[in-house]
T-cell receptor, first 119, second 110 residues
């Protein structure tokens, strides 16, 4: 199956700093990528949907100025957590979707996740 | 009512036993249903899709009941390696948004 990579896999940063997480689709072009967040013992929550070349669509309650998403190419999306605080500590997972075919959405593949700890 | 609800467990089941989970969803217009497996501190991985007619993949059987808006997962002859969290996933039709349940934790005991 298709592969999605994330970098870094784990990051520890100090409160107030910014952290960038990269998500790459390795063997397909992803016109749409998704960013999820998962707190311990909670479900994955969709944060935003990003389409290549356009602004991301954020879910209700997610601050777009705090979580900056850039989907500059068909294989790369980045999530920047600005001015991180301890409550932003979480498991961030990206997902990339294959292009539509025959009017149907493509398969969605998940990256391995990035564990962010803000001290 | 939450969009997707699951019993969080944990289910502690002896090796070799059969275990079943249910998941209910609130949006009757939902079109696609899946079970994902998530190991501790890892990303979720697709276990199987759930079809209206029910489907089986080895020891795993998934069923969909549209009238009652629930899906189920049955695991037969459980193995130690089946220990994980099982996520119920529902996908809309129009926006293709994936909604995850909180997951059901399964511990297979030796």
């Amino acid at each position: 199956g298709a592969v999605v990579s994330q970098h870094p896999s784990r990051v520890i940063c100090k409160s107030g700093t910014s952290v960038k997480i990269e998500c790459r689709s390795l063997d397909f072009q992803a016109t749409t990528m998704f960013w999820y967040r998962q707190f311990p013992k909670q479900s994955l929550m969709l944060m935003a949907t990003s389409n290549e070349g356009s602004k991301a669509t954020y879910e209700q309650g997610v601050e777009k100025d705090k979580f900056l998403i850039n989907h500059a190419s068909l294989t790369l999306s980045t999530l920047t957590v600005t001015s991180a605080h301890p409550e932003d500590s979480s498991f961030y997972i990206c997902s990339a979707r294959e292009p539509q075919r025959g009017g149907r959405y493509g398969e969605q593949y998940f990256g391995p996740g990035t564990r962010l700890t803000v001290t | 009512r939450k969009e997707v609800e699951q019993d969080p467990g944990p289910f502690n089941v002896p090796e070799g036993a059969t275990v079943a989970f249910n998941c209910t969803y609130s949006n009757s217009a939902s079109q696609s249903f899946f079970w994902y497996r998530q190991d501790c501190r890892k990303e979720p991985k697709l276990l199987m899709s759930v079809y209206s007619s029910g489907n089986e993949d080895g020891r795993f059987t998934a069923q969909l009941n549209r009238a009652s808006q629930y899906i189920s997962l049955l695991i037969r002859d459980s193995k130690l390696s089946d220990s994980a969290t099982y996520l119920c996933v529902v996908k809309g039709n129009r926006d293709d948004k994936i909604i995850f349940g909180k997951g059901t934790r399964l511990h297979i005991l030796p």
